[in-house]
């Protein structure tokens, strides 16, 4: 089965830069997608990203020109870059894996989660 592991989540202040990591082991399909997802404390959780496995990338308003999301070569590995980072993006940051064409920004098209990995902006 697939498993996904996320990583790259720490303490930083506002105006700083992450880089999350989510690799997928166990992963091989011909039609994809790999979301991020967050949930700040006391809020349900919320799509940011995805990108296909054509590279197409997709964001939500309140992260674009500040997230940018990519994927390796061996596409096993998708990450997301965040800058100029601000006090409301603290959250447990989540990658999901959907194999169904196409893409979406709700949570049942995603069959596998990581275990989400915590990000902290201090103002």
């Known amino acids: 089965e697939v498993q996904l592991q996320a990583s790259g989540g720490g303490l930083v202040q506002a105006g700083g830069s992450l880089r999350l990591s989510c690799n997928a082991s166990?992963?091989?399909?011909?039609?994809?997608?790999f979301g991020w997802f967050r949930q700040a404390p006391g809020k349900e959780r919320e799509w940011i990203s995805c990108i296909g496995a054509d590279d197409t990338t997709y964001y939500t308003d309140f992260v674009k020109d500040r997230f940018t999301v990519s994927s390796d070569g061996a596409r096993n590995t998708v990450y997301l870059q965040m800058n100029s980072l601000k006090p409301e993006d603290t959250a447990v940051y989540y990658c999901a894996l959907s194999t169904r064409s196409g893409f979406s920004y709700m949570e049942p098209a995603y069959e596998y989660w990581g275990q989400g990995t915590l990000v902290t902006v201090s103002s």
């Open positions: 166990r992963f091989s399909f011909a039609e994809y997608s």
